[in-house]
Every structure is written in C-alpha cells, then in structure tokens.
C-alpha cells in the first residue's frame, strides 16, 4: 500500500508562483515513477509531469512548470511559475508501481484576481 497526500494549492494571481508537495508513505520501495496530474472543472484529468525513480522528469506542460522529487524518494515536488486562468484545477499526485497506480486526494489551485 501507498498513501499519497498531496498539499500547498491555494487561491494565486494570474503571473504568480506555486509550489505544489505530494509525500508518499508506505511501500515506497515499489514506487517506480510518481506524477502531477490535474484536472480543471468540466475536462478530463490529465498529465502534467512525471519523474521516474532515478530523478528522470517528463513534462506534458513544459517551460512553467518544474518536477522533482527529493532524495529520499518520499516527496515530490511541482513548481509552477507564470501561473494562469487556465491553470485552475484540483491537481493529483500519482504514484506508479509495477502492479497498478495510487492517487492522492488532490489539491485545489485557483488562478484569479
């Protein structure tokens, strides 16, 4: 078992900056890659990076936004810049492990002034 609790969304301005933390507990040791995933009001959920066990990161939404995970392997981390309207979503931390996938319980951004 693996529990992911994600946090740090909050209400942002257009053109600000957030960081958004997802820890992992458990089995960890299994995990082989972990991922930001979001999903605004009305639309599908989607992609946003993913980082493999080796630090290795992929990016859907490039050039805003930064993934990384810390050296103990139990936190990731998505460090969004040049935050916008399109932005607003609740935002999935998901950790990838041979035999399926868990997600956390999300994290609410709000891009507004």
């Known amino acids: 078992q693996v529990q992911l609790v994600e946090s740090g969304g909050t209400l942002v301005q257009p053109g600000g900056s957030l960081r958004l933390s997802c820890v992992a507990t458990?089995?960890?040791?299994?995990?082989?890659?972990m991922a930001w995933y979001r999903q605004a009001p009305g639309k599908e959920r989607e992609l946003v990076a993913s980082?493999?066990?080796?630090?290795t990161p992929s990016y859907v939404v490039r050039g805003r936004f930064a993934i990384s995970i810390n050296n103990a392997k139990t936190t990731v981390y998505l460090q969004m810049n040049s935050l916008q309207p399109e932005d607003t979503a609740v935002y999935y931390c998901?950790?990838?492990?041979?035999?399926?996938?868990?997600w956390g319980n999300g994290t609410l951004v709000t891009v507004s002034s």
């Open positions: 458990g089995t960890i040791e299994r995990i082989t890659t």
């Open positions: 998901n950790a990838l492990i041979p035999w399926g996938s868990y």
């Open positions: 980082i493999t066990r080796g630090s």
